[in-house]
């Protein structure tokens, strides 16, 4: 079953297990806090545990990239969801702060392989924006979050089939980019370094320290 009238498709959307963070911007707050009851509603429905959620509020949707870069770097999300709403003023701020949003987050996911669901609504009116965040046109923060993790769930395949370690930002991504990541050096306590478990190398990318608001205070708003 499709949620919305765009492409994500519910039934391949499997949440389990998965670490989701949102970033949504208070920003027409009335807007985005529909869009993020749906992008909450939407993980849990698929699998997604509350205490897997993180919730950060920024803002305005041009904070947006920052601080889903801040948690892309640290770790701490198998999947972003980017929320917020842009309503054309009388200004060509508007435009300045979509495209801003939008060319941040794209450069976040791929810059740092986490995908980022785009959850930011550009509209010409309020109405068209409550009518894309849990009205007649279904939810857009909804989309976002399913589709975020849709791709997250395929990176899981893709990477598992070609047998790829996860990366470090910013560090060498393949053995001929520099650095064997079988490091000979000692990385005790370094998360992102290979070691020895059970006789095999493991890897494991650590939880981050960014601030979050649990998700289970968020329904306190
Ligand atoms: N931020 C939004 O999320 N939506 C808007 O419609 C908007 N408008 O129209 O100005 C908006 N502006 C604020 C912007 O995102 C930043 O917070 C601000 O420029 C400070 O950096």
Redesign the pocket.
């Known amino acids: 079953m499709k949620v919305g009238d765009g492409g994500v498709d519910d039934s391949r959307v499997d949440a389990t297990g998965m670490r989701v963070s949102i970033v949504v911007?208070?920003?027409?707050e009335i807007v985005?806090q529909r869009l993020l009851s749906g992008a909450m509603d939407a993980l849990i429905r698929h699998g997604a545990a509350e205490k897997d959620i993180s919730v950060h509020w920024?803002?305005?949707?041009?904070?947006l990239p920052f601080v889903a870069q801040e948690v892309a770097v640290s770790g701490a999300a198998d999947a972003i969801v980017c929320l917020?709403?842009?309503?054309?003023?009388e200004?060509t701020?508007?435009d300045?702060?979509a495209d801003?949003?939008a060319r941040g987050v794209a450069r976040v996911s791929l810059e740092h392989r986490v995908p980022c669901g785009f959850g930011?609504l550009t509209t010409e009116t309020l109405e068209q924006a409550m009518e894309r965040a849990g009205g007649k046109h279904g939810n857009k923060g909804a989309d976002a979050a399913l589709a975020a993790v849709e791709v997250a769930r395929l990176a899981r395949q893709i990477r598992g089939r070609r047998g790829e370690r996860p990366v470090r930002p910013g560090q060498p991504r393949t053995d001929r980019e520099g650095g064997s990541g079988r490091g000979t050096r000692d990385h005790a306590g370094d998360p992102w370094q290979p070691h020895r478990e059970g006789g095999s190398l493991a890897l494991h990318r650590g939880g981050g320290d960014v601030a979050a608001q649990p998700a289970d205070q968020l329904r306190q708003r």
Not at 58 to 63: A, I, M, N, Q
Not at 84 to 89: D, K, L, Q
């Open positions: 911007a208070r920003f027409n985005s920024v803002p305005g949707s041009f904070e917020g709403a842009v309503i054309r003023g200004t701020h508007y300045l702060v801003g949003a930011v």
